[in-house]
């Protein structure tokens, strides 16, 4: 079974991953994973600690050159801020360093009472989403892989704050070309500005906004995933993969938030076209009874605003139990858009781990062989 742990604080001086599962003989490309970090680093809305990250992937075991072996593979990323908190970090702080208000959203609070360290600071340091870059390291490795195998996972901001983009087939590379240039990850320009406008503001008055993504994936045989048991269902693996993702409050498949259509009209209508099987309509988001139908599988992520704001809002000093003000620290204005790219990427992870459910295999040559293998049966059957 493909897994894997990831570790590291967001000012520690590194982020780490062990895989295990991957398949051997698969020629990495050091350069598209480098490229996935380089994506997540974007967007209209960043705070200035990307203007000093650059991330990049070190593989410290389970390759030979750029061949995966099947053996555990080790992934870092330094954090080049590390040298900035060398002096906090390295230290236990002096009791009135210790931070001690909580920022509402965040998981200050609940990190306080749960871990007991007295020092918000430990919190912070693992609840940030710069974690994600590792995770998205780990997915973008796989995310090659599922390349080769003929499925291709796409993102775009769907929406930030009450402002959505126009929805449009994110597979036609003219279309996803002007979403990859965008600054906000929209596909309509005036759309663009009117975003950009917003969060501008919201930057003025020390305030930050949410919105939701669109993630499409295309190529995922039928079959996958099953509905023999509860934890074994596609949509319900992949929900928690993006819940996962720091910020997401709702995940939706296909029309799944229209719950107030008739069934006649949710159903996606069978035909049977030119030697194939077609949909008229694609509501289910690819996935019927927790498995994959061979539509495109397409899910929507909520993200709510980034907690940590300048604007004053109510908080507690924890230790003395005074109703204070919330407390800042450097943050993201808007995370609508590095949390697309981090989502396009564990959803990598979540799918070929259940491929590998489907079809497992040691040896990269043995899966894509079985994956053409039954693509080219499965509907002559
Ligand atoms: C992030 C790094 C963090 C934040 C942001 C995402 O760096 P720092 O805390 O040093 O400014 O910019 O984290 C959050 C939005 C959050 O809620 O913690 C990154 O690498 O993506």
């Not at 894997?4 to 350069?31: Q, R, T, V, Y």
């Not at 030979?64 to 900035?84: A, Q």
């Not at 007991?116 to 997915?139: F, K, Q």
Request: proline share 2%; glycine share 10%.
């Amino acid at each position: 079974m493909l897994r894997f742990l990831d570790a590291g604080e967001s000012h520690g001086k590194a982020l780490i991953a062990i895989i295990e599962g991957l398949p051997s003989n698969f020629n990495i490309d050091m350069n598209y994973i480098n490229k996935e970090l380089k994506r997540r680093q974007r967007g209209y809305g960043r705070g200035s600690r990307m203007s000093l990250e650059q991330d990049k992937v070190e593989f410290w075991s389970g390759l030979r050159g750029i061949k995966t072996t099947g053996n555990p593979i080790t992934m870092v990323i330094f954090n080049r801020d590390y040298e900035n908190w060398i002096d906090i970090l390295g230290n236990e702080a002096e009791e009135d360093k210790k931070i001690k208000i909580p920022r509402p959203g965040h998981g200050d609070m609940v990190g306080y009472f749960k871990y007991g360290t007295g020092d918000i600071r430990d919190v912070i340091e693992r609840t940030s989403a710069r974690e994600t870059a590792i995770r998205t390291a780990v997915g973008a490795l796989c995310k090659n892989m599922l390349e080769e195998l003929g499925i291709l996972i796409r993102s775009k901001v769907n929406s930030i704050g009450e402002f959505y983009d126009e929805a449009v087939n994110m597979f036609e590379d003219v279309n996803y070309n002007l979403i990859e240039q965008s600054e906000v990850r929209c596909y309509n320009k005036e759309t663009e500005q009117i975003i950009k406008r917003e969060i501008d503001i919201c930057k003025e008055s020390g305030n930050t906004i949410g919105g939701s993504i669109f993630i499409s994936v295309k190529g995922i045989p039928i079959g996958v995933g099953s509905y023999t048991q509860w934890d074994k269902k596609l949509d319900a693996a992949l929900s928690y993969a993006v819940m996962s993702v720091q910020g997401i409050k709702a995940v939706e498949f296909g029309n799944g938030l229209n719950c107030f259509m008739r069934g006649s009209d949710f159903n996606d209508e069978i035909a049977y076209k030119d030697g194939k099987i077609t949909r008229s309509s694609n509501n289910s988001g690819g996935i019927e009874a927790g498995v994959s139908n061979g539509e495109n599988i397409e899910l929507k992520a909520y993200m709510k605003p980034i907690p940590t704001i300048r604007k004053s809002i109510g908080s507690v000093n924890l230790k003395t139990k005074e109703n204070v003000l919330n407390r800042y620290e450097r943050s993201d204005v808007c995370g609508v858009v590095p949390a697309s790219i981090v989502i396009e990427n564990i959803c990598a992870y979540e799918i070929l781990k259940q491929i590998l459910t489907k079809f497992p295999s040691d040896d990269f040559n043995e899966l894509r062989k079985n994956i053409y293998d039954y693509r080219r049966e499965v509907y002559t059957k």
